[in-house]
Nanobody, 122 residues
Framework: QVQLVESGGGLVQAGGSLRLSCAAS????????MAWFHQAPGKEREFVAA????????YYADSVKGRFTISRENTKNTAYLQMNSLQPEDTAVYYC???????????????WGQGTQVTVSS
């Protein structure tokens, strides 16, 4: 079993930055593909970024390419999402996830965190 806990969300002005963390417990992250999704009010959960267990390959939604960076530190059992040049449309609850059941971009993962709110003001 894996427990995921996100942190680092908050309120930021447009153009600002935030760094989200996802700490895993219960099992080492070392062999687990990880991802970040977000969900805005009234919308479905959407893919943001994913990273292979080695960190050697990353995937991004078109809307965040060049602004967000996903990374991981397996020795710390932690994954990160560095978010730069934030825009109001990035406002959402951000979730980390581990162990996809299919494509890394689909919201079909075995483990989810509880989410952290990111609010970007204009």
């Amino acid at each position: 079993q894996v427990q995921l806990v996100e942190s680092g969300g908050g309120l930021v002005q447009a153009g600002g930055s935030l760094r989200l963390s996802c700490a895993a417990s219960g099992r080492t992250l070392g062999m687990l593909p990880m991802a970040w999704f977000h969900q805005a009010p009234g919308k479905e959960r959407e893919f943001v970024a994913a990273i292979t267990w080695s960190g050697g390959r990353t995937y991004y939604a078109d809307s965040v390419k060049g602004r967000f960076t996903i990374s991981r530190e397996n020795t710390k059992n932690t994954a990160y999402l560095q978010m730069n040049s934030l825009q109001p449309e990035d406002t959402a609850v951000y979730y980390c996830a581990a162990v996809p059941r299919g494509s890394v971009t689909d919201a079909e993962y075995n483990y989810w965190g509880q989410g952290t709110q990111v609010t970007v003001s204009s």
